[in-house]
């Protein structure tokens, strides 16, 4: 080895640090710097923690290099000098932390005039959040004592690192109590409020980007650590505003008061679409209070915010942003759907959704959710949706949300087969009311758990209800408890959306005629339509549904009311063009032989050892066993191949153990025609011959061996072995 003769060079940096007069330039222009500084080599640590040293790296990384310089060049040191910041060494962190005059020259980034150059806003923002990770303590507070922090940061908001920035402030900020501060301090200045401004049609598309997406990131990062954290911990204020309805509201008013654009739309509908996301239950059937209890509240809230602007979201169907005819592989499009079109179709999907989902939380829910039906029943949105499922052929992304739609609709549960839920108290306390002004649903849960019921106290500054699937008796509470809140019989027994979507919209004869046409189509030889996959799910949720579905009883009186000849198409076509349909999408998408008549189910790796024989009884066993030598290799085909270390071993003496095995595989085949177990027992006879010891020739002796049809000529041992090999795979 080359470092036995000590062959190896020594480092060239380790001749620049001998140097009295060496720059850091100079130590920049090695390969090795940055090696030797995650090495923590010390003698350059000592020399990068130098005052002067230092702040010329900080200046690399937050002044804009010279314009005159070659662009494979004119970062270069820049880039080094951030990765030597960020290099996670203690002595840097130590340095550049604690000291304000360095914080200082990198704070000093902010207050460039906008646009910032985005490749140095991302050197900062490594930088300070690598800072923010180590040095916790000292850089909050530093940029605490700052005046116009936030403001600087959203003045620059357009580039993506400053939402960096903001999320690692939100995130990676420890211990609790220190990040509980954080998150007041954070709401203290507005944060929440100043972010749903800038998503307005007066503000350019990147800024309402970006600003979109921090707020995004914020809803799911916030509820996914309040998931995390201890019970007793504090909720989380940031969280809390941008939950509440008169921030939704506000978000709302920016996208529709005054003149819309389609950013505004669509970056406000991906926040009213994160805010609609339904939460996962908790482990071993445990509905956890943030999953059912506190943020079904919280849709509550954003269903009454939003119900007044459905009209304006169903105009956007009717008179989208104006497009520019689009050039698609099947020709020109001239009016395309648009990105507007499409977010509006997301979140009618995730408002029905949402509405079946959120009952026995909050006493105005149920009334909200009836609101909203019956304001998508009035508008005829639904009935919309489904023109422009049928008008645009090739949108797969949209006929997904449609399709969505009408499983939500089909799929609302009845009174009497929702679960039974009990209230259990979490000692896990609210933040209280006066501060989180816009929590309106606060004001929701007060109605629902009144004081006087309470003999400890306000339930709001106490306790948090939490709602589980347990026995009654141990959801036994002292004092009188709350009553739990009823669904209208007019939505739990009858849904007026279901009725809506059969006969206003007139679902079951829109699936029969695009159905035909699209037959009709295929058989002039035309292409089949691009919804054609959608409609089939569709058509079979329904009659899944109207089967054992939560309003079967209202479904089956809608189909049986339909016209005489309709209801004699629907059958029909239930009966056998989907039938038909549903039987060729579970066939295997793996070759099969078309001779043979071999019916394949779908199944998971995990049942290959319990799968059955797949040969029929009425094959010849010569075309079975012809068709098994041609069959593909198994998963575990490389395991099986071959043979044991104990088998074959240099001297020979036991290859022939794996041959006189053959003798004892049991390969019977249940029929009862002797002249085809004549055939196979023949078969293999003649493929299969034992060594004798006895004969004096030489095994590995090539010769030409004649098979029955389907064969082909082998090596003795060759055909031998493959052949072993197959049986030992198939038995």
Partial sequence: MFWKFDLHTSSQLEALLEKDDVTLTELMEEEDVLQECKAQNRRLLVFLSQDTC?????HLITTEPPAGLEETKRFKHPNIACELLTSDVGVINDKLGGEKPLLDILYSFLEQPPPLNPLLASFFSKT????????????????????????????????????????????????????QDTLNWLNEERLAQRLIELIHPGKDKERQSNASQTVCDIIRLSRDQANQLQENSEADPLLAVLESQECVSQLLDNMFVGESTESCIVYGTQVLLTLLEIRRPGVEGVLDVCVLGYERCVVS??????????????????????????????????????????HVARLMASLLQTTNTSYYTCFDDTIYNNTVTLELCRLQTINLLLDLFFKYTWNNFLHFQVELCVAAILSHSAQEERPQVGLVIQE?????????????????????????????????TQEKPRLQQEPQEKQALPGPKPPLPSVPPDISTHNPLVTHLFQDCRLVQRILEAWEENDKTQAEGGMRR?????????????????????????????ITELPKDCRGRWESFVDQALTETNRKNTVDLVHIPAHTNVSHNLRSSSEDDDRQ???????????????????????NFVDQFGFNDDEFSENGDNISATFDRIKEINFNVDTEDTAKTAAFEACTKEKIQLFDDSEEEDIWEEREINYTTHTKSRTRFGGHRRLLDRLRVMG
């Fill in 54 to 58: 230092m702040q010329e790296l900080l």
């Fill in 128 to 179: 300070i959040g690598n800072l923010i990770t180590r040095k916790t303590e000292q850089v909050i507070s530093f940029l605490r004592g700052k005046e116009g922090f936030l403001g600087l940061v959203l003045k620059h908001i357009n580039t993506s690192a400053m939402m960096d920035l903001l999320l690692r402030l939100i995130s990676c900020v420890d211990p609790a109590p220190l990040r």
């Fill in 301 to 342: 809230s954003i269903l009454q915010a939003v119900q007044p602007h459905l009209k304006h979201y169903h105009q956007l169907l009717l008179d989208p942003p104006r497009r520019t005819p689009m050039l698609t592989s099947l020709g020109v499009l001239e009016v395309p759907l648009g990105n507007c079109r499409l």
């Fill in 428 to 460: 896990r306390p609210l933040v209280p009311l006066e501060d989180i002004p816009q929590a309106s649903f606060v004001a929701q849960e007060k109605s629902m758990f009144p004081q006087e019921e309470n003999p400890q106290g306000s339930l709001l």
């Fill in 530 to 558: 691009g919804y054609m996959g959608h409609l089939t799910r569709i058509a079979n949720t329904v009659v899944c549904n109207m089967e054992k579905g939560p309003v079967r009883t209202q479904i089956s009186n809608l």
């Fill in 613 to 635: 024989s797949p040969f029929p009884k009425e094959l010849s066993l010569q075309q079975t066993f012809s068709d098994y030598q041609i069959q593909q290799m198994t998963a």
